[in-house]
């Protein structure tokens, strides 16, 4: 039996919520909206910015209306290699 990806249960259009793991010294916020807005043609929906109890790392959560899976993937390659990043979920 082969295993689906989570991508496929999503109905869409779908709100989805992009977070980011960085260093704090690093600002990716404005960095990983230009890249999704690149990728996907269209502005964003939201941002938030939310530091971590230790103040060393921030986790920046970009909301962003995708059409498909395909979309979403696209996306995660384009913020894949930004500097600084730790974790993306």
């Given at each position: 039996?082969?295993?689906?990806?989570?991508?496929?249960?999503i109905?869409?259009?779908?709100?989805?919520?992009?977070?980011?793991?960085?260093?704090?010294?690093?600002?990716l916020?404005?960095?990983?909206?230009?890249?999704?807005?690149?990728?996907?043609?269209?502005?964003?929906?939201?941002?938030?910015?939310?530091?971590?109890?230790?103040?060393?790392?921030?986790?920046?959560?970009?909301?962003?209306?995708?059409?498909?899976?395909?979309?979403?993937?696209?996306?995660?390659?384009?913020?894949?290699?930004?500097?600084?990043?730790?974790?993306?979920?």
């Amino acid at each position: 039996m082969e295993a689906s990806s989570p991508l496929e249960n999503i109905v869409f259009p779908y709100a989805f919520t992009f977070r980011l793991v960085a260093d704090s010294a690093v600002d990716l916020e404005e960095t990983s909206a230009r890249r999704v807005r690149e990728v996907l043609g269209r502005d964003i929906d939201g941002r938030q910015v939310q530091p971590s109890a230790n103040g060393r790392y921030s986790v920046v959560r970009i909301q962003v209306r995708v059409e498909n899976a395909d979309e979403i993937r696209a996306v995660y390659a384009a913020l894949s290699g930004l500097p600084g990043l730790r974790m993306l979920l």
